[in-house]
């Protein structure tokens, strides 16, 4: 395989970017994330790539909750916070408004719409992340505006 080619075919997928939060035993975290998919419609399944050396990770594989926070086109800023892994857990949300949602996961105030997930399945045994399945268990809209994309951030996950 050509391993340029395999990288720029990669990083040709559309992404959104978005903070997944998590939350176990009253503990939140947050982090940037953009590999993330809806996979059936009945149930409403969406699928998160999520690194196995994440604090989240091992918070989703405890807790078995998520929320999707979806950012505006405006909203770089925020997803720059998240992306620094968790020193102290809670630490990166502690200067952003937020609220726990029905799961307990975290919800960003500012984000434009988000979702909460009930982790359903795991694939844990190929690659460097797993494959997390959740079940879409509440839902909500803030601002009906367009979401920000990895293109208008100019960074790349993927290749
Ligand atoms: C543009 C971008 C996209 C990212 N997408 C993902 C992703 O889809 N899944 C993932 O696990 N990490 C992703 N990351 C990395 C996480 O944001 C990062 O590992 C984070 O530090 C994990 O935080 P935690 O250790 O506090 O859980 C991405 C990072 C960047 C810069």
Redesign the pocket.
């Known amino acids: 395989m050509d391993a340029q080619a395999k990288k720029i075919a990669l990083r040709k997928i559309p992404?959104g970017?978005y903070i997944?939060g998590?939350a176990q035993d009253g503990q939140l975290?947050?982090?940037?994330?953009?590999?993330?998919t809806q996979v059936s419609f009945t149930p409403p399944l969406v699928a998160?790539?999520?690194?196995k050396?994440?604090?989240?990770?091992s918070?989703i594989q405890h807790a078995k909750v998520f929320s999707v926070n979806i950012l505006g086109k405006e909203q770089k800023p925020l997803?720059e916070h998240?992306?620094?892994?968790?020193t102290v857990?809670g630490e990166?949300l502690k200067t952003v408004a937020h609220r726990a949602g029905k799961t307990g996961a975290p919800l960003l105030d500012d984000a434009i719409a988000f979702v909460e997930c009930e982790v359903r399945e795991i694939a844990n045994e190929l690659g460097d992340?797993a494959v997390v399945i959740g079940e879409v268990v509440e839902a909500g809209v803030r601002n009906d505006v367009p979401a920000l994309t990895?293109i208008d951030?100019g960074?790349?996950?993927g290749g």
Do not use: E, Q
Not at 48 to 51: H, N, Q, S, T
Not at 53 to 57: A, M
């Open positions: 992404h970017v997944i998590v975290n947050a982090f940037t994330g953009t590999w993330l998160l790539g999520i690194r050396d994440s604090h989240s990770l918070m997803a998240f992306v620094k892994p968790a857990i990166k992340h990895l951030t960074w790349h996950y």
